[in-house]
């Protein structure tokens, strides 16, 4: 466990986030936005543990994001949760926290390198790894690569189907 604090948007809890330190923070706007009945109970059970920190957004940071996007000159759409995570993580930052922000929202990702704060995202560079697609038959098991292109298996003529698979 790393004293590193991140900071989750709701695509990161959606993408299957796994605490790899004590200090996991998002806004209760956030868990809103968490809507598939698997993830939401994920969630609630890391809140219940103390494993994630809701925390509010301090008027003052929310001030200084708006400010920053408005000179960015960048037409910028933040949902009113991005926002107000965004500026929990400006108020981290403020208080000389290491800070890192998951988040598989392409909007989110722009905004965060205007505002220079470091992120990451679940599903390219992943918190719980790096991931791959390959191709498996159901039937022989037999593996393929992800450009295999053949709907059934060259072997025993089953079906093959694509996974994503964690590669370390
Ligand atoms: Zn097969």
Same mark, same amino acid.
């Given at each position: 466990m790393s004293d590193l604090y991140y900071v989750l948007d709701a695509s990161a809890f959606i993408n299957g986030f796994e605490p790899k330190s004590d200090f996991n923070i998002t806004v209760s706007e956030i868990t809103d936005e968490v809507k598939d009945l698997k993830s939401r109970l994920i969630l609630n059970q890391a809140i219940d543990d103390g494993k994630i920190i809701i925390q509010e957004a301090q008027k003052e940071f929310l001030d200084k994001l708006d400010e920053t996007i408005a000179k960015s000159g960048d037409d910028l759409r933040l949902s009113g949760p991005d926002k107000k995570l965004l500026a929990v993580a400006l108020a981290l930052l403020d208080e000389g926290k290491e800070i890192k922000v998951l988040t598989d929202d392409y909007s989110m990702q722009n905004v965060l390198k205007i505002l220079d704060i470091p992120y990451e995202s679940i599903i390219t560079e992943g918190i719980k790894g790096v991931y791959n697609w390959k191709k498996t038959c159901e039937g022989c098991k037999k593996e393929y690569p992800? @450009?295999?292109?053949? @709907? @059934? !298996?060259?072997? !025993?003529?089953s079906k093959v189907f694509k996974r994503r698979i964690k590669t370390y």
């Open positions: 992800a @450009d295999y292109p053949f @709907d @059934d !298996c060259e072997i !025993c003529g």
